[in-house]
C-alpha cells in the first residue's frame, strides 16, 4: 500500500525548492534547522552495506623529497608510487615542494568564500559551465539520478589550460587560487611523470596524452550536521580525472574503500592526497585503480577541502581514450572500449555520486 506520507513526497520538488534558495547547505545551517530535510536522507541501509571503517590500516605516504636527487632516489620513489597506484588507488605525499603558507592560503581563501554574505555567494550561483567559468552550487548532481543529496556546498573553476579573467574571480579567493594552480600544475607534472615511469614507460607519456593539459578546481564546504547518521558529506564514487590533488583540513573524514573496508585518510599537516581517477583506470587498462570513496557527515565543521581534477571534460575534445597499446597485449586484450572524456563526463553525470563506477559502463 502506498502511504499518503510517500505520495506527497516529491524528490524534484524538494530538491528544486532548495535549490532555489541559492544558498547550500550553509544556509539551512544558518537557519539553525535541527533536523536533516528528507533529499539529504541515504536509503536506508546504505551506511551500514560494508564492513566498518577500520582503524589500523593507512594509505601509503610517500616522501618525495629525494625525487630530484638522483636516479637511484627517482627510482625508489617511483616503485612506491606504483605500489600505491596499483593496491590503493590513493596515496599521500609529503615534501610535495607546494610551501605550507600556499596551502594555508587557498584553505583561507575557500573558507572565505563559503561565508562571504549569501548575496555575494548568490551572483557566482550557477550549473552552468558554458555560461561562467566560476560556478557555485550545492550537489553538482542534484538533478540526476543520485540516490540523495549530499551536505555539501561548493564553487568549480577551470584554471587550465584557459584561466578566467582574475576579475571574474571573487576577492576572497583569487589570489589564493591563481597562486595555489600553478604549484598544482608543477607538481601534476612530476606526477604524470612518476606515473609513467612506473608503467615502464617514458616520463612524458602521459603528458604527451594531454592528461595535465586541464585543471578543475572544486572548493568542497562541509558545514556541521546536526543528523550525521542520516546523510552524507560526499556520497561514495570514484572520480571523473586522470588524477586528482586533494588538499583536506585538519576535520578528516574521507574514507577510502578498500578490499571491502572503509578506511580513514587521516589528515596529515603539510600532506596532499593524490588518487587515480577513473580515466587512469581506463587507460592502464586496471593495472592503476581509480578507488571508491566518500565523505560522511560530521557534526564536527565547517570541514573543507580542494580536490584539484586534472580531466578535461569542459573542453570540446574529439581525443578518444582507451587502454594504451603499450599494456595491451593478447594475453591481456583491452578491458575497456575507447571513448572521448565528454561522451563519459556526460554519462558520471547523469548517473550522479553513488552506486557503482561509471566505469562498469564502458567495460568490455
Ligand atoms: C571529491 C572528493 C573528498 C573530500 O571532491 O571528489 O572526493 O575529502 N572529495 O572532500
Ligand atoms: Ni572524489
Known amino acids: 500500500m502506498v502511504t499518503k506520507k510517500s505520495v506527497e513526497f516529491d524528490p524534484y520538488i524538494e530538491r528544486k525548492a532548495f535549490d532555489e534558495t541559492k544558498e547550500g547547505v550553509k544556509g539551512l545551517v544558518d537557519a539553525k534547522i535541527t533536523e536533516v530535510p528528507r533529499i539529504f536522507h541515504v536509503p536506508q541501509g546504505s551506511l551500514t552495506d560494508k564492513k566498518p571503517s577500520v582503524s589500523d590500516l593507512e594509505i601509503p605516504i610517500i616522501d618525495f623529497a629525494s625525487v630530484h636527487v638522483d636516479k637511484a632516489s627517482r627510482e625508489a620513489v617511483v616503485e612506491k608510487v606504483k605500489h600505491a597506484a596499483e593496491k590503493w588507488g590513493f596515496f599521500q605525499v609529503i615534501n610535495h615542494g607546494i610551501p605550507l603558507n600556499v596551502l594555508k592560503e587557498i584553505e583561507d581563501g575557500s573558507r572565505r568564500f563559503h561565508e562571504e554574505d549569501s548575496e555575494v555567494k548568490k551572483r557566482y550561483f550557477s550549473r552552468d559551465f558554458n555560461k561562467n567559468k566560476f560556478v557555485y552550487n550545492s550537489n553538482f548532481d542534484l538533478y540526476s539520478a543520485s540516490p540523495s543529496v549530499n551536505w555539501r556546498d561548493a564553487f568549480s573553476c577551470y584554471m587550465a589550460p584557459d584561466p578566467p579573467p582574475p576579475e571574474d574571480l571573487p576577492v576572497a579567493c583569487r589570489d589564493a587560487m591563481i597562486e595555489y594552480t600553478k604549484h598544482v600544475m608543477s607538481l601534476g607534472d612530476l606526477l604524470f611523470e612518476l606515473l609513467s615511469e612506473a608503467l615502464g614507460l617514458k616520463s612524458e607519456t602521459m603528458k604527451n596524452m594531454d592528461c595535465l593539459k586541464s585543471l578543475l578546481m572544486i572548493c568542497n564546504y562541509y558545514p556541521p550536521c546536526p543528523q550525521p547518521d542520516l546523510?552524507?558529506?560526499?556520497?561514495?564514487?570514484?572520480?571523473?580525472?586522470?588524477?586528482?590533488?586533494?588538499?583536506?583540513?585538519?576535520?578528516?573524514?574521507?574514507?577510502?574503500?578498500?578490499?571491502?573496508?572503509?578506511?580513514?585518510?587521516?589528515?596529515?599537516?603539510?600532506a596532499l592526497v593524490i588518487n587515480m581517477g577513473d580515466f587512469l583506470q581506463l587507460i592502464t587498462n586496471d593495472k592503476f585503480v581509480s578507488a571508491n570513496h566518500r565523505v560522511p557527515a560530521n557534526r564536527e565543521g565547517p570541514r573543507v577541502s580542494i580536490a584539484s581534477f586534472f580531466s578535461s571534460s569542459a573542453l570540446p575534445s574529439s581525443t578518444v581514450y582507451g587502454p594504451m597499446k603499450e599494456l595491451v597485449s593478447e594475453e591481456n586484450p583491452p578491458k575497456y572500449r575507447d571513448i572521448t572524456i565528454k561522451e563519459y563526463t556526460e554519462g558520471y553525470f547523469v548517473k550522479g555520486l553513488g552506486g557503482t563506477s561509471y566505469l562498469s559502463n564502458i567495460r568490455i
Open 231 to 270: 546523510t552524507m558529506g560526499i556520497s561514495q564514487h570514484s572520480d571523473n580525472s586522470f588524477l586528482t590533488i586533494l588538499l583536506q583540513d585538519n576535520i578528516g573524514g574521507l574514507q577510502i574503500l578498500h578490499q571491502d573496508s572503509w578506511v580513514d585518510v587521516s589528515p596529515i599537516p603539510g
